[in-house]
């Protein structure tokens, strides 16, 4: 079976048409439909604020119904790929831990396993912000440059078209990029493996389209977390390693800024990731807790870093 290229003029079309057809419902609901903390914390990573049922019920809100066409995976779809099991297809209820995940698998290019650490050893801190770019992008650039603080964008496909030149500035800025699928699915692992494949290949694509020539995607953060063997050997096929977090701040939720300082605060151990989010709503709360995250870090000996890869 051939995958739809996402260089086809007609699938790439269709995916961007698709993609703002749905963008009104699929932003409306990324945020409170987001429930990275159900995702890949590090094992035994704390800090996460993950599990308060409070927080988790918002999450009752997912939006099953902005990606019917998404969903529709053809069975024939599935073993396409023998190194790559079909997964599990029950989704985790929301509220739920994540399931360890699979072992990781070597393949061409790199290891399928989830990164949870920054690529440097010591004081280091990996900061991400996933959803964007949007338009409290520049804030945080801002701030982050104020700082001389270097993060990973975790970013949308469409929304990286849709705004080209906060990716240039990302880049221009001594940044990096991370790949977050075209459509954001959740649950992503029980779509089809060629809907997946197009999720990240195309994301890819559009974030390097927006980047300019030689921009580099070195991760790929499935939505909400929602990582499989399948869809980490897509990223490690497509170059990017899969990126966890350490440190969840539920950011999305907006929980109060000093919620989410506290995440950090408490949380955070040499070499942690953190997740934020530069998009998917109302991001104020965002910029005004890494307002005062980044003094805070950097009193405390922290060094900016990236995740390894
Ligand atoms: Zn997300």
Redesign the pocket.
Do not use: F, L
């Given at each position: 079976m051939r995958i739809p290229s996402p260089r086809s003029p007609l699938v790439h079309a269709l995916g961007y048409g698709l993609a703002v057809l749905l963008a009104p419902v699929l932003l409306a609901g990324?945020s409170p439909a987001?429930p990275?903390a159900a995702g890949p914390a590090a094992p035994g990573a704390s800090g996460s604020a993950a599990a308060t049922p409070s927080a988790m019920s918002s999450s009752a809100a997912a939006p099953p119904a902005a990606s019917p066409a998404i969903t529709s995976a053809a069975p024939s779809a599935r073993g396409r790929t023998s190194a790559a099991p079909a997964p599990t297809p029950t989704p985790d209820p929301p509220g739920s831990t994540a399931p360890a995940p699979p072992p990781a698998a070597s393949a061409p290019g790199g290891t399928t396993s989830i990164v949870y650490r920054a690529a440097s050893a010591g004081r280091t801190v990996a900061l991400t912000f996933?959803?964007g770019p949007s338009q409290y992008t520049g804030q945080i650039l801002d701030l982050l440059a104020q700082y001389g603080a270097h993060a990973t964008f975790?970013q949308?496909g469409p929304q990286a078209s849709a705004r080209p030149a906060a990716v240039k500035r990302v880049l221009a800025e001594g940044h990096r990029l991370c790949d977050?699928t075209v459509h954001?699915p959740q649950p992503m692992h029980t779509l089809s493996h060629e809907r997946q494949a197009y999720e990240i290949a195309a994301a890819k694509e559009m974030i390097g389209e927006a980047g300019g020539p030689g921009t580099e995607v070195a991760w790929f953060?499935a939505?909400?977390g929602d990582f499989s063997a399948e869809n980490r050997l897509i990223a490690v096929q497509h170059g990017m390693r899969p990126l966890g977090w350490s440190v969840d701040t539920r950011d999305?939720s907006r929980p109060g800024v000093a919620s989410i300082v506290a995440a950090v605060q408490h949380g955070l151990r040499p070499g942690g990731v953190v997740l934020m989010?530069d998009?998917?709503g109302d991001r104020s709360q965002t910029v005004a807790a890494l307002r005062q995250l980044l003094p805070w870090l950097t009193t405390h000996g922290y060094t900016f870093d990236f995740p390894a890869t």
């Open positions: 990324c987001d990275h996933d959803d975790c949308i977050h954001h953060r939505p909400g999305w989010h998009g998917g």
